[in-house]
């Protein structure tokens, strides 16, 4: 380096690219026209080129930019820790259990470890996913006004980033409808569907507005609530365009028609979508939807062309196999077996080399069109097989209560019940040989449980629904086997009580679930029938 302070960098290059220092006169260098990189102050006699300049702005801009990210990245990973932090404190709590009677006492320290979140992070995704928990909390305590309050936070703090103002919104109209509030409800249902056009819980709002009518029976309200949905759905076509994203809006469009039960409209909708939109997923989605409404008015020719151009048309699609296994289905309700079983045949081959257990599946139905048909033996041979060959195959495990089921049908009450016996027995063992969670032990539950029902042994049932209740860890399936086991007490063992708690029991852990609102009907109909026993 240089260190006479009489020279400048000079835009000239060296053998090695390295600006040349030219002498200083007269505070530039001689020669060179005053510019703005040549007037600027110098720097221990050194003047800086407009070649280092530039790479100087960049340097400045990139690390700008950097620091901008990394605090960013600070901000997000401080507020990850500190959500962190509070889920321990309402894992805890959950672990410990507690009484619903101090909700509000036992979940308190939860509930502002996740608002300390709010506070310090407010523009963090863990902001707002905290408010979503904290809006939880609060309906586990029935303080819904306090839980809207912090969803409508979501809503005014995350416009425009995900879909998080928009499932904030849905939430809220579930709050306004669990309130009793449904003018409320219905108004932020439409707002969903209003600000939220391209969303999934936009889309799907309308047709919680006419399930929710056609629920309480209320004919007139549902017809206005389905116009109305059709009217929204077919302004936002016209104003998408022929653009592929619509193609999504055409295909709920025929589920506003399926929720009404207009079947015909929804197949007609359906089949329109091929045709506008032919290289969108929804095309093929659209065929096999059509398909199912048509078999749902009986217009079963129709249901069997729409799946055999489905077939045709999309001879490499993931549901290529399952459609060929429904239309051997259709033509076995039929009473047409000998085509049932081609079709099934057909879907053997198509399944042999790429999906064994559901190439399985298909030869089972095979056995199953010939028992149904009145061959036993064929079928018993195509059983045997089956066991044989993949005895521990979710097919194989079906076998012992089909067999039953076949000694049923011919009078054999008691061959049927030893069988059974057998199954269950078998069913137990295996159990025992498998890591839970994992798929051949869910088939083996599953076929315990159904032998126990065929048997008519409805209060093991009830046990294993409570056995799988507590081992489940994910939330949506703990409350399938939570709301199931309401159910069978309900409706097989007649315990009016205990299903009444368990209906509560699963309001209080899942208020956001899904069959939350069939089991507060649940509810209501069982405290009524209670108050007329009174």
Same mark, same amino acid.
């Given at each position: 380096?240089?260190?006479?302070?009489?020279?400048?960098?000079?835009?000239?290059?060296?053998?090695?690219?390295?600006?040349?220092?030219?002498?200083?006169?007269?505070?530039?260098?001689?020669?060179?026209?005053?510019?703005?990189?040549?007037?600027?102050?110098?720097?221990?006699?050194?003047?800086?080129?407009?070649?280092?300049?530039?790479?100087?702005?960049?340097?400045?801009?990139?690390?700008?930019?950097?620091?901008?990210?990394?605090?960013?990245?600070?901000?997000?990973?401080?507020?990850?820790?500190?959500?962190?932090?509070?889920?321990?404190?309402?894992?805890?709590?959950?672990?410990?259990?507690?009484?619903?009677?101090?909700?509000?006492?036992?979940?308190?320290?939860?509930?502002?470890?996740?608002?300390?979140?709010?506070?310090?992070?407010?523009?963090?995704?863990?902001?707002?996913?905290?408010? +979503?928990?904290?809006?939880?909390?609060?309906?586990?305590?029935?303080?819904?006004?306090?839980?809207?309050?912090?969803?409508?936070?979501?809503?005014?703090?995350?416009?425009?980033?995900?879909?998080?103002?928009?499932?904030?919104? +849905?939430?809220?109209?579930?709050?306004?409808?669990?309130?009793?509030?449904?003018?409320?409800?219905?108004? #932020?249902?439409?707002?969903?569907?209003?600000?939220?056009?391209?969303?999934?819980?936009?889309?799907?709002?309308?047709?919680?507005?006419?399930?929710?009518?056609?629920?309480?029976?209320?004919?007139?309200?549902?017809?206005?609530?389905?116009?109305?949905?059709?009217?929204?759905?077919?302004?936002?076509?016209?104003?998408?365009?022929?653009?592929?994203?619509?193609?999504?809006?055409?295909? +709920?469009?025929?589920?506003?028609? #399926?929720?009404?039960?207009?079947?015909?409209?929804?197949?007609?909708?359906?089949?329109?979508?091929?045709?506008?939109?032919?290289?969108?997923?929804?095309?093929?989605?659209?065929?096999?939807?059509?398909?199912?409404?048509?078999?749902?008015?009986?217009?079963?020719?129709?249901?069997?062309?729409?799946?055999?151009?489905?077939?045709?048309?999309?001879?490499?699609?993931?549901?290529?196999?399952?459609?060929?296994?429904?239309?051997?289905?259709?033509?076995?309700?039929?009473?047409?077996?000998?085509?049932?079983?081609?079709?099934?045949?057909?879907?053997?081959?198509?399944?042999?080399?790429?999906?064994?257990?559901?190439?399985?599946?298909?030869?089972?139905?095979?056995?199953?069109?010939?028992?149904?048909?009145?061959?036993?033996?064929?079928?018993?041979?195509?059983?045997?097989?089956?066991?044989?060959?993949?005895?521990?195959?979710?097919?194989?495990?079906?076998?012992?209560?089909?067999?039953?089921?076949?000694?049923?049908?011919?009078?054999?009450?008691?061959?049927?019940?030893?069988?059974?016996?057998?199954?269950?027995?078998?069913?137990?063992?295996?159990?025992?040989?498998?890591?839970?969670?994992?798929?051949?032990?869910?088939?083996?539950?599953?076929?315990?449980?159904?032998?126990?029902?065929?048997?008519?042994?409805?209060?093991?049932?009830?046990?294993?629904?409570?056995?799988?209740?507590?081992?489940?860890?994910?939330?949506?399936?703990?409350?399938?086997?939570?709301?199931?086991?309401?159910?069978?007490?309900?409706?097989?063992?007649?315990?009016?009580?205990?299903?009444?708690?368990?209906?509560?029991?699963?309001?209080?852990?899942?208020?956001?679930?899904?069959?939350?609102?069939?089991?507060?009907?649940?509810?209501?109909?069982?405290?009524?029938?209670?108050?007329?026993?009174?």
């Amino acid at each position: 380096m240089n260190n006479n302070k009489n020279v400048i960098a000079s835009n000239q290059r060296d053998s090695r690219g390295r600006p040349l220092c030219l002498p200083v006169t007269s505070g530039r260098p001689q020669g060179v026209a005053p510019t703005f990189e040549n007037i600027l102050p110098r720097n221990n006699g050194y003047w800086v080129s407009s070649d280092v300049l530039h790479r100087l702005r960049k340097l400045f801009v990139v690390l700008a930019f950097a620091s901008l990210i990394l605090g960013c990245q600070s901000g997000e990973y401080k507020a990850e820790k500190a959500f962190y932090e509070a889920s321990k404190i309402l894992k805890e709590i959950k672990r410990q259990g507690f009484d619903q009677a101090k909700a509000s006492e036992v979940l308190t320290p939860a509930i502002q470890a996740f608002q300390a979140v709010v506070e310090k992070y407010p523009s963090t995704t863990k902001a707002a996913e905290s408010l +979503f928990i904290v809006a939880d909390l609060e309906v586990q305590q029935g303080k819904l006004d306090e839980a809207r309050s912090a969803l409508e936070k979501v809503v005014q703090n995350f416009t425009g980033k995900g879909t998080l103002a928009s499932e904030a919104r +849905f939430r809220i109209a579930q709050i306004y409808e669990k309130q009793g509030n449904w003018d409320k409800a219905e108004a #932020m249902y439409w707002e969903t569907a209003t600000y939220h056009p391209w969303e999934n819980k936009g889309m799907y709002a309308p047709l919680v507005l006419i399930a929710h009518y056609k629920q309480e029976g209320k004919k007139g309200s549902e017809n206005v609530a389905y116009v109305k949905a059709v009217d929204h759905f077919e302004k936002m076509l016209k104003e998408a365009g022929p653009i592929k994203s619509a193609a999504m809006l055409k295909y +709920f469009s025929g589920l506003v028609h #399926m929720a009404n039960e207009e079947w015909e409209k929804a197949a007609t909708a359906w089949l329109e979508l091929p045709k506008e939109f032919p290289e969108s997923p929804y095309a093929a989605l659209s065929f096999l939807s059509a398909g199912e409404s048509f078999l749902k008015i009986k217009k079963t020719d129709r249901a069997v062309e729409t799946y055999k151009l489905f077939l045709e048309k999309y001879p490499t699609h993931a549901q290529f196999g399952e459609a060929t296994m429904r239309l051997g289905l259709i033509y076995q309700g039929m009473g047409q077996f000998e085509t049932a079983r081609s079709w099934y045949e057909k879907a053997v081959k198509h399944y042999e080399a790429k999906e064994k257990p559901r190439a399985l599946d298909a030869k089972l139905l095979i056995g199953r069109s010939f028992q149904e048909e009145g061959h036993w033996e064929k079928a018993e041979e195509i059983y045997k097989s089956i066991e044989v060959e993949y005895p521990k195959s979710p097919a194989a495990l079906q076998i012992p209560l089909l067999v039953a089921h076949h000694y049923e049908t011919i009078g054999k009450k008691k061959e049927a019940d030893e069988e059974l016996s057998k199954a269950i027995e078998r069913y137990q063992n295996l159990e025992e040989g498998l890591i839970p969670g994992t798929l051949g032990a869910g088939y083996t539950r599953r076929a315990l449980v159904t032998a126990y029902a065929q048997k008519g042994e409805w209060d093991k049932v009830a046990a294993s629904l409570e056995e799988d209740y507590q081992k489940e860890q994910i939330p949506g399936k703990k409350a399938n086997f939570l709301f199931l086991k309401g159910l069978v007490v309900e409706n097989r063992l007649q315990d009016a009580n205990q299903a009444l708690s368990i209906y509560k029991n699963f309001l209080k852990e899942y208020p956001q679930h899904p069959l939350a609102q069939l089991a507060e009907r649940h509810i209501q109909s069982l405290s009524s029938a209670n108050s007329v026993q009174k």
